[in-house]
């Protein structure tokens, strides 16, 4: 029986369970599923589908328009900055419950023609005029309105306190002006398009919007706020379901003023002006001269070599750097001396985790408010010290941050394009949680995000909320390579799923020999709890959510550690993965998506 059967032994969807030809019962029926299950295949793993090739362009995103958008871009003679661009605009208007213009962007680019891999770090700042203690008084006022519970902690998830500059569009014009080549309102026209002729949204997306929905007008009953979101995106005061033709004229309108009027329309121009208009009337919102001076950065991403390979991420304010933390702690330890599905592998990963996010929690921040021992963090030493601290018979019941030299200095959208000469584009962008703030700027077409919400309010906190401050950041591209050669574009979308998603990717791959597509298919695991970034930290222990391909006996073992384990068949807690694989021997590329997201991958 392969690996994945064997993880598939309990808590098992009714299709694995067919197709590993395995009679079981769940812990909470003694009655055998009947369900019918899936077919079989000729070739590769049962529970999983081949990978998509191509050898002239290929685009893997969220939504199947967005992928057919960036292809043809490609096809007009576009490179793979200018299909990122349409797509991540495409997924702005057609996945609204992931992303959009109201929020932030980050991107890992390889160039061939200088053989570089380049970072850009597109993440808004907070309000120039608003401080700390006046950020605290808000809140408060807040509570005494009754709007917040007086137990509440921290900064409220929505309204215009967690609203911080949207960076998307600065994003898109800085990696457009130094690599794009067709303009920019050829690459924003079929967003444009659609927005005004309609598209028919996808299952997993009508699924979030009624979530969305559901939520919206309940927070925001009897306000001006709900009749925004409603007549933007829940006309007739329902969520969209599958299937359905929508419309946003609005954001259509709003995509053409920036395609024809550049950057500055949206930081400069009209529209900046109506968005702080907009925020005027409420304490604590933006200003104009927040959008006028804002401005994201090109910076040096960082690696841990794994494996014989390299993985890179952006540096913090993100937490792409914890991705690289668990990897320098797990290569001390052979993990293919055990099955894939093991509670070794598992206790192994999770104890990687949990230390890499206890440090996330301690000195992850905007660096131009802190000072972050980056190249200490990711030494391989201080990765062999971290690793010294885990018994590999027990979960610990606690750990704190590590001490490492200073040497110098969750919802989101991922894709990634690659082109016939070899440009790769790594791209994530999000409006945090849910939808976002909540707060849709009259006419616009678009809501901003909430990711101000991640700053603390602890001082001397390195996340510590302050005027002008970039708040920290879950979404993080990534990029593998070899010898100098990208080798795998990726990303996984999905808060603190992000890096432990990247890493098991990798683990899948490099170590157990999985394809491209059989890496995301495969059941995950979630760790969730610890020390946070907000300064209100969780259970030390936390809990370990793992999917139900995960076989009982496995669950047992972690249990018998210590591990507090629950199974989550939803799909939800477990993000969203997209990869582009280069195959340099064969000429081609290999692109894959999976079963947890609408998307596809499609190629030239």
């Known amino acids: 029986m392969n690996t994945l059967c064997k993880l598939a032994l309990s808590l098992v969807t009714p299709i694995l369970l067919s197709a590993c030809a395995v009679q079981t019962t769940s812990p909470q029926s003694s009655a055998v599923s009947t369900e019918l299950g899936a077919g079989g295949r000729p070739v590769g793993e049962i529970w999983s589908r081949s990978p998509v090739y191509g050898t002239r362009g290929m685009a893997a995103t969220a939504h199947p328009l967005a992928s057919q958008v960036a292809l043809d871009v490609l096809k007009q003679g576009g490179n793979a900055v200018d299909a990122a661009i349409a797509a991540n605009a495409a997924l702005g208007l057609m996945e609204p419950t992931g992303n959009g213009i109201g929020g932030d962007i980050f991107v890992l680019l390889w160039d061939p023609d200088t053989q570089k891999l380049y970072g850009y770090n597109g993440s808004g700042r907070s309000p120039q005029g608003q401080s700390l203690e006046q950020l605290k008084q808000r809140i408060a006022a807040m509570k005494a309105r009754g709007e917040l519970p007086e137990d509440h902690q921290g900064i409220p998830s929505h ?54 929905w559901n939520f919206f007008e309940k927070k925001y009953a009897g306000t001006p706020h709900l009749a925004n979101i409603r007549d933007t995106w829940f006309k007739g005061g329902e969520a969209p379901a599958a299937g359905s033709v929508v419309t946003n004229k609005d954001l259509g309108d709003t995509l053409e003023a920036i395609a024809l009027d550049g950057r500055d329309a949206f930081y400069k121009g009209r529209l900046a002006r109506e968005m702080a208009d907009y925020f005027e009337s409420m304490e604590g919102g933006l200003a104009y001269e927040d ?17 014989g390979y390299e993985l890179y991420e952006l540096p913090p304010n993100g937490q792409g ?28 990963m999770v104890e990687a985790k949990r230390l890499a996010f206890e440090d996330v929690a301690r000195y992850y921040a905007d660096p131009a408010f802190a000072d972050i021992p980056l190249e200490g963090l990711l030494s391989d030493a201080y990765g062999r010290e971290r690793f010294a601290l885990i018994d590999p018979e027990q ?3 606690e750990f704190g941050p590590g001490e490492p030299k200073l040497e110098g200095e969750g919802d989101t959208t991922y894709l990634t394009v690659a082109d016939e000469n070899g440009m790769l584009v790594s791209l994530i962008q999000s409006n945090y949680r849910g939808m976002g703030s909540g707060m849709v700027p009259d006419g616009l077409g678009f809501m901003f995000q909430d990711r101000g919400e991640l700053f603390s309010l602890e001082p001397g906190h390195p996340n510590v909320y302050a005027p002008g401050k970039r708040p920290f950041h879950t979404i993080i591209p990534a990029m593998l390579m070899k010898d100098g050669q990208p080798v795998m574009s990726y990303g996984l979308m999905g808060g603190s799923m992000q890096p432990q998603g990247h890493v098991q990717i990798l683990v899948n ?6 394809n491209v597509q059989e890496a ?83 190629a030239w």
């Open 291 to 307: 959008f006028v001076q804002h401005e994201g950065e090109w910076v040096e991403p960082g690696s841990v070599e794994y494996r």
């Open 321 to 348: 750097f914890a991705a690289l933390q668990m990897l320098s702690i797990l290569k001390n330890v052979d993990l293919t001396q055990w099955e894939r599905g093991s509670a070794e592998v598992f206790h192994y």
């Open 520 to 602: 995301g298919d495969a059941a995950r695991f979630l760790h969730d709890g610890g020390s946070e970034t907000t300064g209100i930290d969780g259970d030390p222990l936390g809990t370990l959510y793992v999917e139900p391909g995960v076989a009982v006996e496995t669950i047992g073992r972690l249990e018998a550690m210590g591990h507090k384990v629950e199974v989550d068949s939803s799909g939800v807690r477990f993000g969203g993965y997209q990869a582009i694989y280069v195959d340099r021997e064969n000429g081609s590329y290999a692109g894959a998506t999976e079963m947890r997201k609408d998307g596809t991958v499609a």
């Open 395 to 397: 979960a610990s019941p």
């Open 159 to 212: 309204g215009p306190l967690p609203v911080s500059v949207p960076g998307t569009v600065d994003g898109w014009f800085a990696i457009h002006a130094r690599f794009g080549s067709l303009p920019m309102n050829q690459v924003l026209a079929p967003t444009i398009d659609y927005a005004r002729g309609g598209f028919p949204v996808t299952p997993v997306i009508a699924y979030y919007f009624d979530r969305s």
């Open 509 to 514: 791959m490099l170590d157990f020999g999985m």
